[in-house]
């Protein structure tokens, strides 16, 4: 029987070629959203899965995990038990890292993941039922002063609702209620299960002219909605925008982030991609790990300010 000594099958070894040892991918890829189907994140994320699909020849799909009203948190879980491999992806709003960590749960403290790269920053709003009778954030706050108010949000710690609570503070007034929800959309306003919600425009663009937008949340104003000023414009302190990307757990290996990064760069600017931006007024782009790092570090600092006003 030959046998081959340990140092000859090391040769033999390094002599084989990468892709005979490891070639990603191999098998179906999961991209895991940690809300309901419909919205931005979601429709850009299932032409990456499309693309990355034809790209590399195996399965890809979007699962959708929302959360219940507890925000993106529990598909965040899924996504950070998963194994390193570059298999299961997340795809999620900034909050996920920034303040995954700061909830108390275990598999989020310390944060888990790190950026393939950035995709979408949501036009996200702060708006009304068209009755309401209030038409700025100024109106609200003498409204909410003398009367209950209730606010539909995603997620009590999500930037949104922190920057929407900041407002009130600033205001002067307390939301009388306020709940979270995994959808926030025109029934939501029309039902009256919420006065006023903190929501993405994709949500509400079927009723945009039955109902009132009283602010943007981001650093422009919106394309569609033009004469509503951002809060950032009323309350320089809360400029912060909402974006959604990309994230892996930090063991998977550069060849899985890279391929992953090669398909939704080129998705981000493809046609399909720069028509739903005309269309819904969203920020479309492809942003790298490294830029990414360092957008994190810097909303982390504005959330920080937040925290403050909301301490004070």
Known sequence: MTRIAPLALTGVLAALPIAALADYPEKPVE????????DLEDILTRMIADAFQKEYGVAAAVVNKPGGGGGPFPGAVEVAGAPADGYT?????SDV???GPEIGIPQLAPNPFEPVGIFVTYPFVIATSGDAPYSSLDELADYARENEVALGHFGAMLT???????VAKAKGF???YESAFDALDCNTLASGDVDVMNTTLQQVFPCLGDIKVLASIGSERIPLTPETPTVGEVLPELNLALWNGLFVKSDVPQE?????????????????AKKLAADTGALIYWQDAGESEAQLEADMAARAKIAELLDE
């Open 31 to 38: 991209f895991v959203i940690p809300f309901p189907p419909g």
């Open 89 to 93: 992806i997340g795809s999620f709003v």
């Open 97 to 99: 890292p920034l303040s």
């Open 160 to 166: 949104p609702t922190q920057i929407t609570f900041a």
């Open 174 to 176: 307390d939301f009388a």
């Open 256 to 272: 899985a982030r890279d391929k992953i990064a090669a398909v939704a760069e080129k998705v981000m600017a493809s046609d399909a």
